[in-house]
Every structure is written in structure tokens, then in C-alpha cells.
């Protein structure tokens, strides 16, 4: 299973981006998809995750500027960033918590994509 991020970039403070992010591979479902962060020498910190049921969590600092969404036809997770800034720079990391099926068994697999930077300028 891999997840493979798109949409990172250099924005202005104040601008926007979205974030894309689809997985793929042998799934049999996908339970929680999202995006977290982290700054060099820091803790990944949560952005945004969402439930196969349509259940969000933001994390505090992006909670009314973020907008996490999903397509579960398409196994891709979106996030869309308004009002950012400087402090929103970051590289950002897609996560899904996915089932497997292998040798008739389920198993449950913790999927990290490959992080895309984010950059805000002041």
C-alpha cells in the first residue's frame, strides 16, 4: 500500500492551498485517512484526520482555516488550507490506517506518504 501526496508548495501569508493525497495498492478498506505536520526538530503534530464514517478532527492551531474532505471511491484524502501562515510552514504528511487482506487473514496497516512541504512567506 502506498500513499502518494500532491499539491505542496510556496504561498504568500493570507493565500491558499490544497493538499491531495491518494492511496493505492491491494486495500480492502480504509478506515482513517488525514494529514499531519512537523517542523524540523518537533513532534508530527495532528492536522486534520477523517473517519470512513465522515468523523473529523482538527488540530487546534488550523480549526476554522483547514478543511479536511474525502472521496473513498477514489481512496484520496483532500485538505484544503485557507488564511495561512508563516507559522503553518511545514513539511505536511498523509496517513491512512488501512486494512489488508493476506493469506485469508485481515490485517490492519499504519500508511504513511512521503510528506510535501509546505512553505508560507510573511
Known amino acids: 500500500v502506498q500513499l502518494q501526496a500532491y499539491g505542496g508548495g510556496l504561498v504568500q501569508a493570507g493565500g491558499s492551498l490544497r493538499l491531495s493525497c491518494a492511496a493505492s495498492g491491494s486495500i480492502f478498506t480504509i478506515n482513517t485517512m488525514g494529514w499531519y505536520r512537523q517542523a524540523p526538530g518537533k513532534e508530527r503534530e495532528l492536522v486534520a484526520t477523517?473517519?470512513?464514517?465522515?468523523?473529523?478532527d482538527y488540530g487546534s492551531s488550523v480549526k476554522g482555516r483547514f478543511t479536511i474532505s474525502r472521496d473513498n471511491t477514489k481512496n484520496t484524502v483532500y485538505l484544503q488550507m485557507d488564511s495561512l501562515t508563516p507559522e503553518d510552514t511545514d513539511v505536511y504528511y498523509c496517513?491512512?490506517?488501512?486494512?489488508?487482506?493476506?493469506?485469508?487473514?485481515?490485517?490492519?496497516?499504519?500508511?504513511w506518504g512521503q510528506g510535501t512541504q509546505v512553505t508560507v512567506s510573511s
Open positions: 496517513y491512512a490506517g488501512v486494512v489488508v487482506i493476506s493469506t485469508g487473514n485481515a490485517r490492519f496497516l499504519e500508511v
Open positions: 477523517m473517519s470512513s464514517l465522515g468523523s473529523i
